[in-house]
């Protein structure tokens, strides 16, 4: 167990700091290439072990990432409603990323097995290009 460390995502290396709060612990991790990067969850416990700090960087709360511009958008991860239902076809389960910038908001869809944080910069980027 421990308050910080790093994780290997497809996106890179990550590295892990908690932060405790009144209740639980931030848990930021930032990029180790791309210093603008950075992904934000939160965790129950003061400290974490290698693999319940990968699920978090897997599925973080929310992401920030730095365009070809170098303007920093949120990322988020929206749930179609009903997502879970077993009955319902995997392009009806497609989730939403938006990108957020000030008052700017792109969305773009994502499979519904997909994992936010182990997109790469490049398939961020194609993302991005493609949304609304």
Request: charged fraction near 25%; avoid cysteine.
């Amino acid at each position: 167990m421990s308050k910080h460390g790093t994780v290997q995502l497809k996106s890179g290396k990550w590295d892990w700091t908690l932060r405790e709060q009144a209740s639980g612990a931030a848990v930021i991790f930032q990029h180790r290439e791309r210093q603008k990067d950075q992904m934000r969850s939160w965790s129950p416990d003061t400290e974490l072990d290698d693999a319940r700090a990968l699920a978090l960087a897997l599925e973080p709360i929310e992401r920030f990432w730095a365009d070809s511009d170098g303007l920093v958008w949120t990322i988020r991860v929206i749930l179609p409603t009903d997502w879970a239902r077993p009955d319902r076809a995997p392009e009806e389960r497609a989730m939403r990323l938006t990108f957020t910038y000030g008052t700017i908001t792109r969305s773009a869809s994502i499979p519904f097995d997909s994992k936010a944080g182990e997109l790469t910069h490049s398939q961020l980027i194609a993302l991005f290009n493609d949304s609304l």
